[in-house]
């Protein structure tokens, strides 16, 4: 059936950072894969977000996650190569970014349906096309209850 991929977006007032993973067609593995990329994302918020820099400048950092087929097509030469990303999770990722606010991690819908819910509160946004992650209680991931609102 292929390949899926999970794809995130990481903006930086102004300074993005464009992840991927690639996972094979098991929903297990999906799940597995976007809780872990939600989990990370918390850990990238309670790090980066209000970062002061050397210069005095506070970064505030956006998070956008999706899940899904996409197509990365190479041009150029060994020199000097480009590549473009399209497809349904490059349109969730970017549509996600821009409802993101500094301090904010939003999912795609396919990506919240693909989560562990269980593990996450989420508040609905733009007709439940788009989750942002409110809440988080996990038990699974650490030796101890962790409950932090974001």
């Not at 790090?47 to 150029?76: F, W």
């Not at 809440?135 to 932090?148: A, D, E, N, Q």
Request: aromatic share 12%; charged share 20%; with cysteine.
């Amino acid at each position: 059936m292929g390949s899926w991929l999970l794809l995130a977006m990481f903006i930086f007032t102004g300074d993005a950072l464009l992840a991927l993973w690639k996972l094979e067609d098991s929903s297990e593995d999906m799940t597995l894969l976007i809780n872990k990329a939600i989990i990370c994302s918390i850990a990238i918020q309670e790090e980066c977000h209000n970062y002061m820099t050397d210069v005095g400048v506070v970064l505030g950092v956006k998070i956008a996650l999706s899940v899904g087929k996409m197509l990365i097509t190479h041009v150029g030469v060994s020199e000097s190569k480009h590549f473009d990303l399209s497809g349904t999770a490059v349109d969730d990722v970017n549509a996600a970014e821009k409802l993101a606010e500094p301090g904010a991690i939003i999912l795609s819908r396919w990506t919240f349906m693909h989560c562990d819910q269980s593990l996450f509160l989420f508040e609905f946004m733009e007709k439940e096309l788009h989750y942002r992650v409110s809440y988080v209680v996990m038990t699974s991931f650490y030796k101890y209850p962790y409950h932090r609102r974001l």
